[in-house]
Nanobody, 118 residues
């Protein structure tokens, strides 16, 4: 089970740290990704991190502003989002895949809403 938290309402230029807590003892077996879905749009890839955390990959739109990290001891993956823009408003989801690079995500969270105001 994946549970996201940390979303909320923030002014443009602000920052948030999103968290995704996983239950179970096999968290370190999974590569973890973040996705976002804006109103009326399809879900989009944001970033992914390998099982050990040594490798990361970002969508072009996330490079330089977002940072993905994980703490396997806490069964948690994070997404630090900085310099937020109104167009970043979306529901943010975490997902788990059992290989890296990830070809298919096996588990998804319910999402956390991020709303960026002017």
């Amino acid at each position: 089970q994946l549970v996201e938290s940390g979303g909320g309402l923030v002014q443009a230029g602000g920052s948030l740290r999103l968290s995704c807590a996983a239950s179970g003892r096999t968290f370190s077996y999974y590569a973890m990704g973040w996705f976002c879905q804006a109103p009326g749009k399809e879900r989009e890839f944001v970033a992914v991190i390998s099982q050990s955390g040594a490798s990361t990959y970002y969508a072009d739109s996330a490079k330089g502003r977002f940072a993905i990290s994980r703490d396997n001891a806490k069964n948690t993956v994070y997404l630090q989002v900085n310099s937020l823009k109104p167009e970043d408003t979306a529901v943010y989801y975490c997902a788990a895949g059992d290989e890296y690079p990830v070809t298919e995500y096996d588990y998804w969270g319910q999402g956390t809403q991020v709303t960026v105001s002017l």
